[in-house]
Each structure stands twice: as structure tokens, then as C-alpha cells.
């Protein structure tokens, strides 16, 4: 019987993950992994929220994520990696907490008021959008997990779910846990523009790309707009790089804050420098990155296995929540449904 504390978290396969992705998750799931039992979900259905038009690149779009997550050192020894879709469960439990969760609770989440801000021209929001909270609930649900590891912006997410767990309690019975967040050390890190790193905005660094794309991504990465050569007085605080190099050569920060500030640091010695830390990062995952690109069965062979873990736990949740429901069976067999 398993007795570590239950952790669900996941991504969207939307697009090839990124330094954002690994430094605000991955790193921490990495460590969890130890001392939890750890479910990481490929969010397809989550995926069609936003984007259900040109859905043909999908299962690559799936495979890629399995791969990052693989190669940023989640182990499948360790914990359970499998796909949304491939876990029915998820989607009747969405159903049965969608009649109980109010209607402004989801109206009025900032998440989704964002999510449709940043929806295409003319595109208007789906009916399965403004649901998101509610199936990103039943996705934590279904799993009792106690543990739900985010970045800072998605907080609100994880205070949802409680928010459905406890109605839920309240009306039928104590059926659910009520997650509680994890707070990544992190904080938020910038995109090369010095927004949030994020695909859609095009600035981000993929923990996929080729030595030569992120040299030549850092070569053009923002810095302070008023610091255009050596010798004028920079703002480290404002400047990208300098959040990055806060994270991976902490060391150095502040020698380097200092000679920014009185102007004789050169902008391009930081580049170089972040370049080569990038870089390091990104060589210590690429053994395990080729060997599965080149073993794809064996990637394809580790969802199935966790797709067969997790449905049976997303069985026995579901089969308490139809008990409390009165929708289980009736003795007979039937449905007690009158054809
Ligand atoms: S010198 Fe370094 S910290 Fe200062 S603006 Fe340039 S890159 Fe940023």
C-alpha cells in the first residue's frame, strides 16, 4: 500500500517545453519524486481549450513533452507519466463536478479571463474554456493528491479545486482531499524579451533547441534599453540576462551588478556567459533525450504504463463518487434506468 503523499501535476502539449517550464516544474518534480508518489499528466483535452482547430500535430506534440520530461530527469521508475484522454475517468468526473461548481467561480477566474485575452483575433471563447478550472479540479481530484506543485501565477487554480473539493464534501460526504499548493523557490522567470517566457509570445528558449539556436536566441536577448554600450550605467534589475544569471551563477551577481551599474560591464561577457550555463544545462539531458528520440516504443511503452496505473486509481475515485451520487449500479446490474 502506498503511503507517500500523492502529487499530480502537468503540462499541455502545446509546444515544445521551456526553460520557464523546467525551472517553475520540472526541476521540482525531479525532486519530488523521492519522498512522493508523483502523477504527471499530459494535459491533451487541456490542449483543446485553446487550440482545437489544427489538432494533426498532437501525438507528436505528446511525444515531445514525454521526452523533455525524461530528459530534465523524471523517472518513470519512479512516477507515473501518462495522457489526460487516455484516463476516462477525468472527463465524468468533470461532468459531475461541472453541476456542483457555481458558475462565477469560473466566470470570475482570472486564469481564464487571461486565457481568453490572449485568444486569437475573432476567436471567441469556447464553452469548454470557461470549464478549464473545473476539469483541471477533476484532473487533482480524481488522484487525491495532497500536493499540487505550481509557479506563483497559477495559485488560483489549485484554491478552485479546493474551493469544489469542500462544496463537494459538504453536499455528499468527505470524498476528496483538499490539495494544498507548492510554491516553486523559483520566481517567475523572463523570456528573451523580457516578458513572460511563454511560446506564444515566440520568446522562448525550448530545452529542445540546438546548441546554435539558443546561442544565437541569448545573442539576442533583451538587456537594460538605456545600457546601449560599455560605458553607460546599466539596471540590472530590469535586464533579463541578469534575472537568469540570479538563478545559475548566483555567485557572481554581485560583482556583475556592480560593474553594470558604473557602466564598464559589457553586456555581451553576460551572454557569453549565460550562453555557456545554458548550454551545460541543456547537454546534461541530451544523452537521455537521444535515446528516447531514437527509441520511440519505449516512450510510447512508459505512457501505457501509466496510463494503466492511473486509471486504476481514477477507478476507485470514481466508483466512491458514483456511490455518493446514487448513480452506482443497482443490484440487478442495470442502471436502474427505465428504457
Ligand atoms: S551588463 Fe549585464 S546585467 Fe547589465 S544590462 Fe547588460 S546584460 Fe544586463
Avoid at 479545486?161 to 510554491?183: D, K, S, W
Avoid at 560605458?231 to 544569471?245: M, V, Y
Avoid at 541543456?282 to 544523452?287: A, G, K, Q, T, W
Amino acid at each position: 500500500m502506498e503511503s507517500r503523499p500523492r502529487v499530480l501535476s502537468g503540462h499541455r502539449p502545446t509546444s515544445a517545453l521551456h526553460l520557464g517550464n523546467f525551472e517553475g516544474t520540472i526541476r521540482e518534480w525531479v525532486k519530488l519524486q523521492a519522498d512522493h508518489e508523483c502523477l504527471f499528466m499530459i494535459a491533451d483535452w487541456h490542449a483543446l481549450t485553446t487550440g482545437y482547430r489544427q489538432l494533426a500535430e498532437l501525438p507528436d506534440l505528446i511525444f515531445q513533452v514525454a521526452v523533455d520530461w525524461l530528459a530534465a530527469g523524471v523517472d518513470p521508475a519512479r512516477s507515473t507519466l501518462f495522457v489526460q484522454s487516455h484516463v476516462k475517468e477525468h472527463a465524468e468526473l468533470h461532468l459531475l463536478l461541472s453541476m456542483v461548481t457555481p458558475w462565477t467561480w469560473v466566470y470570475r477566474n482570472p486564469t481564464v479571463a487571461e486565457m481568453i485575452d490572449h485568444l486569437a483575433a475573432g476567436e471567441s471563447a469556447s464553452y469548454g474554456l470557461y470549464g478549464y478550472p473545473v476539469l483541471q479540479a477533476a484532473d487533482i481530484l480524481l488522484y487525491g493528491a495532497g500536493v499540487v506543485p505550481v509557479g506563483e501565477d497559477q495559485v488560483g487554480h489549485v484554491e478552485i479545486c479546493r474551493r469544489i473539493a469542500r462544496r463537494f464534501n459538504e453536499l455528499y460526504g468527505e470524498v476528496f482531499v483538499e490539495p494544498v499548493e507548492r510554491l516553486s523557490d523559483t520566481p517567475l522567470l523572463p523570456g528573451t524579451d523580457g516578458r513572460k517566457m511563454s511560446k506564444s509570445l515566440g520568446n522562448t528558449i525550448d530545452l529542445s533547441d540546438s546548441p546554435d539556436v539558443v546561442t544565437d536566441k541569448i545573442a539576442h536577448m533583451f538587456t537594460d534599453p538605456q545600457k546601449l554600450r560599455v560605458g553607460n550605467p546599466g539596471r540590472p534589475e530590469i535586464c533579463p540576462i541578469f534575472a537568469w544569471l540570479k538563478l545559475y551563477a548566483p555567485d557572481r551577481c554581485g560583482q556583475i551588478a556592480a560593474e553594470c551599474r558604473s557602466g564598464e560591464r559589457d553586456c555581451r561577457e553576460d551572454k557569453a556567459l549565460l550562453t555557456e550555463l545554458v548550454l551545460e544545462l541543456l547537454e546534461r539531458m541530451s544523452d537521455v533525450r537521444r535515446r528516447y528520440q531514437t527509441e520511440p516504443d519505449t516512450v510510447w511503452d512508459i505512457l501505457r504504463e501509466g496510463e494503466r496505473h492511473a486509471r486504476a486509481i481514477a477507478a476507485e475515485t470514481i466508483e466512491r463518487v458514483r456511490e455518493v451520487l446514487h448513480l452506482a449500479l443497482g443490484p440487478s446490474g442495470s442502471s436502474g434506468v427505465d428504457s
